[in-house]
Nanobody
Framework: QVQLVESGGGLVQAGGSLRLSCATSGSGFSINGRGWYRQAPGKQREWVASFTSGGYTNYRYSVKGRFTISRDNAKNTMYLQMNSLKPEDTAVYYC??????????????WGQGTQVTVSS
């Protein structure tokens, strides 16, 4: 069964950068990346960044100017470039996307998450 897989998380010092990637677990699928979310310990999952239906981008106020969401359709991958990271960005980051399997769309898939830890 196809899965979404995030990668690129890790431990970084405040002010550092990470780039998260989101792709399918196998080949032969296309994705329509919707957005990125995160969940910090003891908190609810929150929206971070996403694409509109017209392809524009929206960002959570606290990450605007520091994070950039993008898609590479040729690689069927969605990214989240995170710069100037802060300790309050520490969370498990999840991607959300639709997956095209042949001629069938599978809607609203979620990855398993990747841990981002920012030390002060």
């Amino acid at each position: 069964q196809v899965q979404l897989v995030e990668s690129g998380g890790g431990l970084v010092q405040a002010g550092g950068s990470l780039r998260l990637s989101c792709a399918t677990s196998g080949s032969g699928f296309s994705i329509n990346g919707r957005g990125w979310y995160r969940q910090a310990p003891g908190k609810q999952r929150e929206w971070v960044a996403s694409f509109t239906s017209g392809g524009y981008t929206n960002y959570r106020y606290s990450v605007k100017g520091r994070f950039t969401i993008s898609r590479d359709n040729a690689k069927n991958t969605m990214y989240l470039q995170m710069n100037s990271l802060k300790p309050e960005d520490t969370a498990v980051y999840y991607c959300n996307a639709d997956i095209l399997n042949g001629s069938t769309w599978l809607y609203d898939y979620w990855g398993q998450g990747t841990q981002v830890t920012v030390s002060s």
